[in-house]
């Protein structure tokens, strides 16, 4: 076996390694923040208003309830807003719902990261259209994630939250710089497949 086909070989395997461990963490990840989700949101709706609670911290806030001496939390981050204003169950439930909405973003963004892998298992190459394309969807669903965090979850707290609630700055801009560069990743990737289809129509 030469050189060149002693890397190939070993990078085949890192990338099924790691394409397997992309599909544990995917179901494993939906799975836990999945029964999460639902474990609170069946306590937020058989405890009463009065068990509910929110505190702020700075710009920073967390808003949940108390079963027994146990306290269970959803966070709200960048809030410039004061959360005692607002019914707390029903605030808890608007946090939950904007929740959920991440919880779905990531775990599509680990999906589409497990199957870049497994398309390259089954094409012994990462320089098809598919696997551009499941790059280019991860970018798309990162600049997702920022404008869910500046622009949904801010008309959502705006329209449905305190009547003081506001959006005080634009924040998160490191997921849309990423989302960015992993977009212009994607059409690198597809630039390659252009030129290796060229160089196989040449031999």
């Not at 963490?25 to 949101?41: D, N, P, R």
């Not at 719902?97 to 963004?109: E, K, N, P, R």
């Not at 798309?140 to 707290?157: I, Q, S, T």
Request: with cysteine.
């Amino acid at each position: 076996m030469s050189i060149l086909e002693n890397k190939q070989s070993i990078m085949k395997n890192r990338c099924n390694a790691l394409g397997k461990f992309l599909c544990i963490l995917f179901w494993v990840y939906l799975i836990l923040s999945l029964m999460v989700l639902i474990f609170l949101g069946i306590c937020a709706l058989v405890t009463p208003e009065s068990s509910f609670i929110a505190e702020q911290f700075g710009s920073n806030a967390k808003v949940g309830f108390h079963i027994g001496d146990k306290g269970l939390y959803l966070f709200v981050t960048n809030t410039s807003f004061h959360m005692h204003q607002y019914s707390c169950k029903t605030l808890f439930g608007i946090v939950w719902l904007i929740a959920l909405g991440y919880q779905v973003l990531f775990a599509t963004i680990l999906w589409c990261l497990a199957s870049v892998f497994r398309r390259i298992k089954l094409d012994e190459s990462p320089f098809t259209l598919v696997c551009s394309h499941l790059v280019r969807y991860i970018g798309l669903l990162l600049l997702g994630v920022f404008a869910y965090k500046n622009v949904l979850e801010a008309a959502v707290l705006f329209i449905w939250g305190p009547p003081t609630a506001r959006t005080s700055f634009v924040s998160e801009l490191e997921l849309a710089l990423i989302g960015g560069v992993v977009l212009c990743l994607s059409y690198i990737f597809e630039y390659g497949v252009i030129l290796q289809q060229q160089a196989d129509e040449t031999l």
